[in-house]
């Protein structure tokens, strides 16, 4: 058993390496200026939902699609289901 989990490892370790270059290209994280209490934590949090967002909507490019969203603020809310006033 403690060998599936040595497996598994390296595994999970590169999908949360993954995760981390996509937020730091993408938003530019490493960069942020968010540094005390929780709000690095909650800021990783809301770039996670946007990405899963972003990839449930069939986005294959995390940053293509941001920019294509920054465009008009219509796309986002279409993206979640809503539909501007």
Do not use: W
């Not at 949360?16 to 937020?23: G, M, P, T």
């Not at 603020?73 to 539909?83: K, V």
Request: proline share 4%; charged share 20%.
């Amino acid at each position: 058993m403690a060998a599936f989990g040595s497996r598994s490892y390296p595994r999970g370790h590169c999908q949360i390496e993954a995760l981390h270059h996509l937020r730091d290209v993408s938003y530019d994280e490493d960069a942020s200026q968010i540094r005390t209490g929780s709000g690095p934590q909650a800021m990783a949090a809301l770039r996670n939902l946007a990405i899963g967002i972003l990839k449930t909507a069939g986005h294959a490019s995390v940053a293509a699609a941001c920019r294509h969203h920054a465009r008009d603020a219509t796309r986002t809310l279409e993206t979640l289901g809503l539909r501007p006033a």
